[in-house]
């Protein structure tokens, strides 16, 4: 069964536009670790954020922000005034603990910033 | 600080070979992930690696296999190689398990 669920495959937006990437999980665990990582076109995953699932604190990193819903489930993601440099691939995924720490990756979300 | 450091960075074979692929964690890490992210499919998670012992591994077939060392150093071999393992396969490690993985680089293979 699918764990995360990123249903955008693409987005394109214009420079300096507000952009939110969804992510839904499915778990049945009480404790689990949410995460969002950001592919360039270079390759490398680059960590942005982590959530523990107690942590349903709504959370802020300059034009980044990420928005934790346990009740539906998701934990998207918003970039504000959107910049080129922005443009990459941006993997939501779930740290289950009960599941030997699997951790298991969403398909991804290609975002392109034009200017 | 050095990141993760993944050796090599291309790598050409025909199917049938075996492939070696190295990958050194951050200094301190204890764990070491493989991921394989093949074209259109994410990134799916290979194995697990932990104070030299394999923890976990994903749904691969028994011919992907690897080993940690006493540095925590780790490599992934990936034998009786087949046109559908052409990926790029990433390295990861971490702290603990409460702590995000920081990613490598990846190797790319290219199997002929």
């Known amino acids: 069964a699918q764990k995360v669920t990123q249903a955008q495959t693409e987005i394109s937006v214009v420079e300096k536009e507000d952009v939110t990437l969804d992510c839904v999980y499915e778990t049945r665990d009480t404790t689990y670790y949410l995460f969002w990582y950001k592919q360039p076109p270079s390759g490398e995953l680059v960590f942005l954020i982590r959530r523990n699932s107690f942590d349903e604190q709504n959370e802020i990193s300059g034009r980044y922000s990420w928005n934790f819903q346990k009740s539906t489930s998701s934990f998207n993601f918003t970039i504000t005034a959107s910049q080129v440099v922005d443009s990459a691939v941006y993997f939501c995924?779930?740290?289950?603990?009960?599941?030997?720490?699997?951790?298991?990756f969403g398909a991804g979300t290609r975002l392109t910033v034009k200017p | 600080e050095a990141g993760v450091t993944q050796s090599p960075t291309h790598l050409i074979k025909t199917r049938g070979q075996q492939a070696t692929l190295r990958c050194s964690p951050i200094s301190g890490h204890t764990s070491v992930y493989w991921y394989q992210q093949a074209l259109g499919l994410g990134l799916q998670f290979l194995l697990w690696y932990d104070e030299g012992e394999e923890r976990n591994r994903g749904n691969f077939p028994p011919r992907f296999s690897g080993r940690q060392f006493p540095n925590y150093s780790s490599e992934l071999n990936v034998n009786a190689l087949e046109l559908e393992d052409s990926a790029l396969y990433l390295c990861?490690?971490?702290?603990?398990?409460?702590?995000?993985?920081?990613f490598g680089d990846g190797t790319r293979l290219s199997i002929l």
């Open positions: 990861a490690s971490s702290l603990n398990l409460d702590q995000p993985q920081h």
């Open positions: 995924a779930l740290r289950e603990t009960y599941n030997n720490n699997d951790m298991r």
